[in-house]
């Protein structure tokens, strides 16, 4: 063997959800949005000439962190963006994650977070959820190199409660914590931890424009805290990659950010289309954990997750099923659009009646 | 102090070159093309929908990675791209500079490779070019971690001998050799390492969109090596994140690749360019090194660096002046337009005459 085959960071990559080339299919796998981002943004994107294409990018992304600034009212020196919240969450665990502690997570949670560990040699734990899939606050106060909370949890959809997410963050002010609120635009108002960034200096708060949104092709993240920890993401960010965002992110994440209305009624929408849904699976006899998210985290009572996963496939319906313990028999289907939900439940009842026939 | 402070990871990050926001300025300090992308790249980003906003793009990039690899003669499977040159290397050093021995680069070279080592914590050792600002092959055939050459070298603009480079890599069979070939479009034909590349298997040449495709705006940069070495990179890159490029990127990167008329006549006006102004300096008094790339190097006999420098940017032209020993008198001159140029050398020419007043 070459030698430098001995020194290669040596990884298991994480293993996103199908991206099927197939345009036939309902796609129900990586919780996109449905629906269109607002038409401000592809205005945006064609109203820009050669001459962005041509230049460097502002390599600080003065436009898109000033708007997330004012949208949610802090400086702008408290926002920090990047190329998806993976590139965020990414960054800060590169940042922030250098003790010798274990970073504590729970085992059923966004499934990057040991991928970074692993790559970036950080140690970490994870920690059982609870019988109901839910976070005890107990288990996140012990000695730790730092926390990382999904919330809403994926892929249970599962919110907590605030006061125990506060609870955490109060007993842990020598830690970091990851709050992650990838899909809190679609919990109910009041549950976001981000009026908690005063009172707390070692909070971070990410989210993605990837979901709520409808910008899962842009690749845009933001993380807001004090402005001296996004500083200190800046400092690593601008060692790795000067120019992450490009001018096209930058003007389209910016426009989708404009505009506040269309962005509150689809979200209206696919809260909707959740809620009407998990009743139907409910009466099918499926068991849907509660869900604040663009997804619901469902298993039934008798056809095992693999089957049920199998034969929408095979009927041209993805969902995401998970080959872990604690969740095999469990699905997570994105909300689509009402059509599509219908399509879902439809190819279900199909099965359902095959089974029953047996 | 908050116990998370001192598990921070401190740097110094990389400092780019100025973007200034005032577009009334003649900008030959970041080495960005002065002509426009082929045509074909803003009608390819125009012609992309709120589809490809909403879902989220291909992570292999497959279209991109296959108009690379047909333009190069290689197969898919030996072609990485990631935003910009820097996120590739920085995806290399991550993956193959592990070893406790020192990765090796020049002390004038691309500023980013020793920030990369601090940042990632890997040892390296900066090399003294010669007196004439060549690397002494002899310098790199010692124990190593890993080398880099950028190849034309910058900000010098020199290339290597290719009998030297073939030399090095031959004699570092047990080492990565990452030859940064950013600027080599610019370079007389044949000059390349990439023929190299089936013969050797520890050669990784990396590529840019940024200089001779008028595309530094889009973010992207490439990798070609064995199919092996390319592997082993995309797996650290999905331990980080998935989908680093966007449907816009690729589409407009493939529209670049596919027009290589356009491509060869834009890089032929920059070379004559270039040579035209190297004559035109010599004559007001500058030595400037050989460049094989879309920029000059240059110092004058007589006034400093940081005066001309100075004087320039008062006049509203930015060139790059390094703040480092042995370059401090040199100054980095992109290769404009040739009205860009005139004004260059009219607003030295004024320089000079007031100085001789004096």
Redesign the interface.
């Known amino acids: 063997m070459?030698?430098?085959k001995?020194?290669?960071?040596?990884?298991?990559?994480?293993?996103?959800g199908e991206?099927p080339?197939d345009t036939n299919i309902i796609?129900l796998n990586?919780n996109?949005?449905p629906?269109?981002?607002s038409p401000f943004?592809?205005k945006a994107?064609?109203s820009l000439?050669?001459?962005?294409?041509?230049?460097?990018?502002?390599?600080t992304s003065d436009k898109l962190v000033k708007a997330l600034a004012d949208f949610h009212g802090v400086g702008s020196d408290r926002v920090f963006v990047g190329?998806?919240s993976?590139?965020v969450l990414?960054m800060i665990f590169?940042?922030?994650?250098?003790?010798e502690k274990d970073v504590l997570f729970a085992d059923v949670t966004y499934s990057f977070y040991p991928?970074?560990c692993?790559?970036l040699r950080i140690n970490y734990r994870e920690i059982p959820l609870d019988d109901d899939f839910k976070i005890r606050k107990e288990d996140y106060m012990v000695e730790n190199?730092?926390i990382v909370i999904a919330n809403p949890n994926a892929p249970t959809g599962i919110i907590m409660n605030k006061n125990d997410l506060i609870d955490i963050i109060e007993a842990n002010?020598?830690?970091?914590v990851v709050v992650d609120e990838a899909y809190i635009d679609f919990a109910r108002e009041g549950q976001s931890c981000l009026d908690l960034l005063d009172k707390y200096?070692?909070l971070i708060v990410v989210r993605t424009f990837?979901k709520s949104r409808?910008?899962?092709?842009?690749?845009i993240g933001y993380a807001i805290s004090s402005a001296e920890i996004i500083k200190?993401i800046?400092?690593?960010?601008?060692?790795?990659?000067?120019?992450?965002?490009?001018?096209?992110?930058i003007e389209?994440g910016s426009a989708s950010v404009s505009d506040n209305d269309y962005f509150r009624s689809m979200i209206k929408k696919v809260v909707e289309t959740r809620e009407r849904t998990t009743k139907e699976l409910e009466a099918l006899g499926f068991e849907v954990l509660p869900s604040s998210t663009n997804f619901i985290f469902a298993k039934h009572n008798k056809i095992s997750g693999t089957e049920i996963f199998e034969y929408l496939k095979d009927n041209k319906i993805y969902v995401r099923h998970f080959n872990q313990e604690r969740i095999m028999d469990y699905l997570r289907i994105t909300i689509g659009t009402d059509e599509e939900m219908d399509s879902l439940i439809r190819s279900i009842k199909v099965l359902l009646d095959k089974k029953a026939d047996i």
């Open positions: 070459k030698n430098w001995e020194n290669v960071r040596r990884v298991v990559p994480y293993v996103p991206q080339k796609k990586t996109e949005n629906y269109p981002p943004v592809l994107i064609n000439g050669n001459e962005s294409n041509r230049r460097y990018p502002d390599p190329v998806g993976d590139d990414g590169m940042t922030f994650f250098n003790s991928v970074w692993e790559m190199g730092g002010s020598d830690s970091i200096d070692n990837s409808s910008l899962a092709g842009l690749r200190l800046n400092d690593v960010k601008y060692s790795y990659n000067s120019y992450t965002m490009n001018s096209l992110q389209g």
